[in-house]
């Protein structure tokens, strides 16, 4: 998918306030300094369309974006971040699970995981929410450039083996070096509607 046109709809932490979409809608999900809006930038090939902080746990609402008004994405808080309390990390988890069962136009969850880190207790019961919703669940590892390309692909096994999935299915991406992009579209596109 060639990006013509995108642009910051708004930040909403209710579901009253979320925006109304009659295009497929794809959420990213994933831990706190995973590269969620570093993935989006490069995504849509725009610097600052989504910010993205030093600091992890900036982004505390869902921010939706519209893609050539065709296409929304909806960038969710990250998870597992230190500074939070379990409190936080409960909500988290239930306004996840809020959205999921709400958003009837959703067709994908891009799982925004980073490729040097092992898959933890949080990971899997983010994994359970998403499995219970039956929508194709697409894992993207990003921040492969950090890695030597020995290191990815033994990267790459190794999160297949922890996600009982094979190493195709996996999206290795960077976006410092938009690597990636082109498969991550194509394995969006492939769960829109026709």
Request: hydrophobic share 40%.
């Amino acid at each position: 998918m060639k990006t013509q046109q995108a642009e910051f709809v708004t930040s909403a932490a209710e579901p009253a306030h979320w925006p109304l979409f009659n295009t497929p809608e794809i959420v990213l999900v994933g831990r706190s300094n995973a590269g969620k809006s570093s993935l989006i930038n490069a995504l849509t090939n725009r610097n600052r369309l989504a910010y993205s902080g030093k600091m992890p746990g900036v982004t505390r609402m869902i921010n939706f974006y519209r893609i050539n008004e065709s296409l929304s994405l909806a960038d969710t808080p990250g998870y597992g971040y230190a500074k939070r309390s379990k409190a936080d990390g409960i909500r988290f988890l239930a306004d996840l699970k809020n959205y999921l069962a709400k958003r009837e136009n959703l067709v994908a969850v891009l799982w925004i995981l980073d490729i040097r880190r092992d898959i933890v207790a949080e990971d899997q019961e983010l994994f359970a929410v998403l499995k219970r919703r039956n929508i194709a669940l697409l894992p993207v590892l990003t921040k492969s450039d950090k890695l030597s390309k020995s290191q990815c692909l033994l990267r790459v096994k190794s999160l297949a083996a922890q996600l009982a999935c094979s190493p195709q299915d996996l999206l290795v991406t960077s976006a410092l070096n938009k690597t990636g992009m082109s498969e991550v579209w194509q394995a969006v596109e492939n769960c829109l509607p026709k």
